[in-house]
C-alpha cells in the first residue's frame, strides 16, 4: 500500500514557476514508476510528467521544455519543477503511482494503470 500526499500548489502570475512535491509512503517506493497528472475543470484528467523506477522521463507536449520531474527513492519523494507558467496550466495536479511496468506510451500516459493517488494540489496561473 502507499500512500501519497502532494504540496506546493497555489496561485502564480504568468511566467512564474513552482514547485509540488509528492511525498509517499511505503518501503518499496524505488520499484513504481511515478507520475504527475492534471485535470482542468470539464476536461479528462490528462498526464503531465512520468518518471519509471530506472529515471527515464515522459513529459506531454506543452510542457517539454518548462516542467522537470525528479525523484529522491531515498526520500520518497517526487517533485515537479514547472517554470513559464501559462494560465492554461491551471489545474488540479494530482501524484501518483503504478506498482506495473509498462514500457507503452500508450499505457503509461493513462490515469486507469495508476494504482495509488494522492488527494491533489490546486495550481492557478493568473494572466
Known amino acids: 500500500q502507499v500512500q501519497l500526499v502532494e504540496s506546493g500548489g497555489g496561485l502564480v502570475q504568468a511566467g512564474g514557476s513552482l514547485r509540488l512535491s509528492c511525498a509517499a509512503s511505503?518501503?518499496?517506493?524505488?520499484?513504481?514508476?511515478m507520475a504527475w497528472f492534471r485535470q482542468a475543470p470539464g476536461k479528462e484528467r490528462e498526464i503531465v510528467a512520468r518518471?519509471?523506477?530506472?529515471?527515464?522521463?515522459y513529459y506531454t507536449d506543452s510542457v517539454k521544455g518548462r516542467f522537470t520531474v525528479s525523484r529522491d527513492n531515498a526520500k520518497n519523494t517526487v517533485k515537479l519543477q514547472m517554470n513559464s507558467l501559462k494560465p492554461e496550466d491551471t489545474a488540479v495536479y494530482y501524484c501518483?503511482?503504478?506498482?506495473?511496468?509498462?514500457?507503452?506510451?500508450?499505457?503509461?500516459?493513462?490515469?486507469?494503470?495508476?494504482?495509488?493517488w494522492g488527494q491533489g494540489t490546486q495550481v492557478t496561473v493568473s494572466s
Open positions: 501518483a503511482a503504478s506498482s506495473t511496468y509498462y514500457s507503452s506510451t500508450y499505457h503509461y500516459t493513462d490515469p486507469r494503470h495508476y494504482n495509488y
Open positions: 511505503g518501503r518499496t517506493f524505488s520499484s513504481y514508476a
Open positions: 518518471m519509471s523506477s530506472a529515471g527515464n522521463t
